[in-house]
Each structure stands twice: as C-alpha cells, then as structure tokens.
C-alpha cells in the first residue's frame, strides 16, 4: 500500500515563499510520476505541476516561473518550492503518485491528505 504525507503548508504573506514535503511509503519511488495539484474552496482540483522518473518536470501556466518540483529519492520525498506566492495561490496543495506521466488527476492512483496554503494580501 502506498501512503503519502504532505506538510509544510501554513500563512504567508503575499511575495513570500513556502516549500511543502510529500513523504511517500510503499512501493518504488524512484519510478513514480509525482505530482502537485491544488483545490480552493468551490472549485475542482487542478494540475500545478510534476515531476517524471527522469526529473523531467512539467507546470501549469498559473505557476510557470514560480513553483519549482523537485524529487528526493533517497529519501522518498518530494517537494514544491513556491515563491513570489500570490493570493490566488491559496488553495489545499496534494500530492500524488502517477505510473502514467500525470498530467490529469485521474492518472493519479494515490494521494496525500493535503495541506493548506494561504496566502494573504
């Protein structure tokens, strides 16, 4: 069984950054798409962006820029740098486990219970 555990979530002021962990356990992390989505209140859960098995990483246009993915895989983790944070970034941040290249949620087999960001004006 895979299970994964976000943190690193909290209040920060609009401009300034935050960098949230995923732990996974279960499985080969080291073969895994992982991805970052993000849900605010009212709406659907949306792409923020991936990292592949070869590092290859991909972003929504919303977070180009500004977020960057990066992967430990000797410590099964990986990580969202978020910098220049923006009001609109609030939202609850998942991570998930893709065998696919993970651009959708339904290629997303597991997810974390999520952390919540919020960014205020």
């Known amino acids: 069984q895979v299970q994964l555990v976000e943190s690193g979530g909290g209040l920060v002021q609009a401009g300034g950054s935050l960098r949230l962990s995923c732990v996974v356990s279960?499985?080969?992390?080291?073969?895994?798409?992982m991805g970052w989505f993000r849900q605010a209140p009212g709406n659907e859960r949306e792409f923020v962006g991936n990292?592949?098995?070869?590092?290859?990483?991909a972003y929504a246009d919303a977070v180009k820029g500004r977020f960057t993915i990066s992967r430990d895989n000797a410590k099964n983790t990986v990580y969202l740098r978020m910098n220049s944070l923006k009001s609109e970034d609030t939202a609850v941040y998942y991570c998930?486990?893709?065998?696919?290249?993970?651009?959708?949620?339904?290629?997303?087999?597991?997810w974390g219970q999520g952390t919540q960001v919020t960014v205020s004006s």
């Open positions: 998930g486990v893709s065998y696919n290249l993970g651009r959708i949620r339904a290629q997303y087999a597991y």
């Open positions: 990292i592949m098995w070869n590092n290859n990483t």
């Open positions: 279960g499985g080969t992390f080291s073969s895994y798409t």
